[in-house]
Every structure is written in C-alpha cells, then in structure tokens.
C-alpha cells in the first residue's frame, strides 16, 4: 500500500498522523510547515489547490478534510476499528468528529489567526477576546463526553477502541493551551487527554512533530 500523508506539526493533521501510525502500515511522512509558508508552493497547491492540510494520497489518489481522510482510513484498516460499526454509534462517532472539525475548529482559528477574518487591529482583539471565552465553553463540552464515556465504562470516547476523536480531543485541548486556557480548569479531560498522549502511537507521532502538550506561558 502506498500511502502518504502531509502533516503540519501541531495542525488538525495530527488526527490522522495518529491513525496512520497506529494502522501498524508503512507510510510516508510529508511536513508542511505552515509557518514558512510551504502550503502556498506551486508542488503543494499541485497536489492540493486549496493549500490545507491534511492530505492523504493513497495510490496516487489525493483525499483531503479530516472526516474524509477518517473515513477512508476507517476503510482501508478495518480491524483498527477506528470508528464503530454499529450504524447510530457510527453516526454518533461521525457527528461528534464532525463537531470539533466544523465548530470547535474554527472558534480557534479565530483566537490564533484573526488577521484571516479583519485587517483592523482592534476587530482582530475582539475576536481573539471572544472566541477564547467561546472555545473554554466547548472543552467544557469536551469535558463532558470524557465523563459521559467514564461513566458508561468506557476506554475511548467511542468505546473500547481508540478513535480519531480521543486524538483530536488531544489537539483541541493543546491548542486551548495556546489560547490561554490553563488544561487545569477541565481536569478530567486534562486527565484523559495526558491518557492519550501516552499511547505509544500517539507518542511516536508527537516526537516526529515535536510537540509539547501544555503550551501554556508557565508549562
């Protein structure tokens, strides 16, 4: 199988960074590094016009959006079991994923890129102000399907198996970091997503981004 995934470290791309190197399967690595600019390049934007990542290619097929790459990944390794397949908590696990990726996502895009949203300084520090009080409220709600699953008896969010939402809880909790919001104020899905970062995948693909998990100022 020839799969390749193009990643930039830290970025919502970490979720299927994550189901890649849990699959067991080989597969190429590609950092994209936001910072310098790289997704605005002729070769990048020839494989992905949009200039995002993630993007898998599979057989030379490009596959872009999370819950897509998701999806297809899901396929491909079934016995990963990377979502369930009892059909409503399948749809259960999709609407959630779709959640962080559609809602919580761009709240925090928002607070850490303001300038794509209004040139004028002082709209840009509304925002940033705004979206910080509303994206605490959200890992609040994350907070809450981590006890919601604790109190069902489960390991993972969707059950017995590690899935694509106990990665992107990791990511949207490290990015709250960013925002200032100390991971203290939402203990149990501190607690949890520490779980998570102890995967031995999860911690492989934090090394290869060399990721910390709480940027908060005093961490």
Same mark, same amino acid.
């Given at each position: 199988?020839?799969? !390749? ?12 960074? =994550? ?13 994209? !590094?936001?910072?310098?600019?790289? &997704? ?7 494989? #992905?016009? $949009? /200039?995002?990542?993630?993007?898998l290619v599979n057989k030379g097929q490009v596959v872009?959006?999370?819950? %897509?790459?998701?999806?297809? +990944?899901? &396929? ?25 990726? #559609?809602? =919580? ?10 300038? !794509?949203?209004?040139? &004028?300084?002082?709209?840009? *520090?509304?925002?940033? @102000? ?18 919601? *699953?604790?109190?069902?008896? $489960?390991?993972? +969010? @969707? /059950? ?10 990791? @990511?949207? @909790?490290?990015? /709250? ?29 934090? %090394?290869?981004? $060399?990721? &910390? ?7």
């Amino acid at each position: 199988m020839s799969l !390749k995934l193009y990643f930039a470290p830290g970025a919502c791309s970490f979720v299927p960074h =994550v189901l890649l190197e849990m699959s067991g399967t080989a597969f190429e690595p590609n950092m994209v !590094k936001l910072h310098k600019g790289e &997704q605005n390049n002729d070769d990048y934007k020839a494989i #992905n016009p $949009r /200039g995002q990542v993630p993007v898998l290619v599979n057989k030379g097929q490009v596959v872009t959006q999370i819950v %897509a790459i998701v999806l297809h +990944l899901d &396929q491909i390794f079934p016995d990963a079991h990377f979502l369930p397949t009892e059909p409503i908590a399948r749809a259960q696990a999709l609407s959630t994923l779709a959640w962080m990726n #559609n809602t =919580v996502h761009p709240t925090f895009t928002h607070i850490f890129m303001p300038q !794509k949203f209004s040139d &004028q300084p002082d709209v840009q *520090a509304a925002l940033k @102000t705004y979206n910080t009080q509303v994206f605490h409220g959200m890992l609040g709600e994350l907070q809450s399907l981590v006890l919601a *699953a604790a109190a069902q008896g $489960r390991t993972w +969010l @969707t /059950g017995e198996h590690f899935s694509p939402l106990d990665a992107y809880s990791l @990511t949207l @909790t490290r990015w /709250g970091t960013l925002a200032g919001i100390a991971p203290e104020v939402h203990p149990e899905l501190w607690a949890f997503v520490q779980k998570v970062a102890a995967v031995p995948a999860v911690s492989r693909v934090m %090394a290869r981004e $060399r990721l &910390q998990l709480n940027m908060s100022p005093a961490a």
